[in-house]
């Protein structure tokens, strides 16, 4: 039997990175590069083997993404596994995930550990993203997995997984839903599918996007905040180029009393999305009274995001601007995330 044609792409991070002179890791491998140090790979599948850049996640644009899934939708494969820095990966990942549709596996990996270090991961965490490409269940499903993240052995729907400690092995997790699967021995082991229908709901909508990137600001809202930055942004000249806001909110989707009003406004100006700073898990509606409550920042205009986390808020909020959706479509949007 044919083995699965699969095609992995290269984007940078610690995964492929080598030492300089002085020690000091810096963007270099290729995707052959990582092919070559996992010889298992070819008992697996027809690996291709393609470098897209060699740049840190934390460096990446939304274009390059956008760019990304382009090249995705143009391959003629069983399965694809893109490699990338881990810091961005939750919200790369979620964009892949709201642009592409497709019938094939997409599985994007990382490593925590680089490959100077005595036990890196990148190697073990390639070879278990191409074995989930090529599972036989992953892909009769793959559509409605939609893109997932391989980590340590684990699989996550992308749209749920978030990292969570800058250095450890076990830095990424799905605390909403659990992963998808385990790899055990030469095994993937599924355990859920992801309820994936707000995702397959706004689709539609982003069939056609601009090219140019909407410039969406993220605020995490803290204790005894003033709210004097959003203030100089609804003043500025043009509001500095954002085209919306997200506002990492308290608890079920409250803001200080002192800066609700600024909220208020600012809502009037760009649309606005609210979402939990606590990392997710759906909002309040409809609970509390009071001038700052769920109830009140929902009168005032603010979009909600429930349970989405705020950085794949501002994901989805940079997506639905590209769309040129209005504000009562891009609330409509963000109504199926609870
Ligand atoms: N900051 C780099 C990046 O995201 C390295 C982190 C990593 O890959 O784990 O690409």
């Known amino acids: 039997m ?7 792409l290269a984007l ?15 963007m270099g491998l290729g995707a052959d590069d990582l092919v070559a140090a996992v010889p298992r790979l070819a008992a697996l599948a027809e690996v291709a083997a393609e470098t897209v850049s060699r740049v840190g996640s934390h460096s990446l644009s939304f274009d390059q993404i956008h ?3 382009a090249k995705i939708r143009a391959l003629e494969v069983d399965g694809v596994v893109v490699t ?7 919200e790369t990942g979620f964009l892949l995930d709201l642009l592409l549709d497709l019938d094939i596996p997409v599985v994007v990996t990382a490593a925590m550990r680089n490959p100077a270090l005595t036990s890196p991961d990148g190697p073990g965490n390639l070879l278990a993203a191409v074995r989930v490409a090529c599972d036989p269940w992953m892909r009769r499903h793959a559509r409605a997995l939609g893109v997932m993240a391989v980590m340590l052995d684990e699989v996550y729907a992308v749209a749920d997984v978030q990292k969570a400690h800058p250095t450890r092995l076990d830095a990424f997790v799905a605390p909403q839903t659990g992963p998808l699967a385990a790899l055990v021995e030469d095994r993937v082991v599924p355990m859920s599918l992801p309820v994936r229908d707000a995702i397959v709901a706004a689709r539609p909508r982003f069939a056609s996007l601009s090219a140019a990137t909407q410039p969406v600001a993220l605020f995490w809202i803290s204790l005894d905040e003033p709210g004097r930055v959003l203030e100089a942004l609804i003043e500025a000249p043009d509001h500095l180029g954002y085209r919306g806001v997200v506002l990492g909110a308290m608890g079920g989707g409250h803001l200080p009393e002192r800066m609700s009003g600024t909220a208020g406004r600012l809502a009037g100006i760009l649309p606005t999305v609210v979402s939990p700073r606590a990392g997710g898990g759906p909002m309040l509606r409809h609970t509390y009274g009071g001038p700052s409550s769920e109830i009140a920042v929902r009168e005032a205009g603010l979009i909600w995001g429930g349970r989405l986390h705020p950085l794949k808020a501002r994901v989805l909020l940079e997506t639905c601007l590209r769309a040129g959706l209005d504000r009562a479509a891009i609330g ?5 995330w609870g």
């Open 2 to 8: 044919s083995k699965p044609r699969i095609h992995i």
């Open 332 to 336: 409509e949007v963000f109504d199926g």
């Open 84 to 90: 990338q820095g881990t810091d961005t990966l939750e």
């Open 12 to 26: 940078g991070g610690t995964i492929a990175t080598r030492p300089d002179a002085t020690g000091a890791m810096q």
């Open 67 to 69: 760019a990304l899934a």
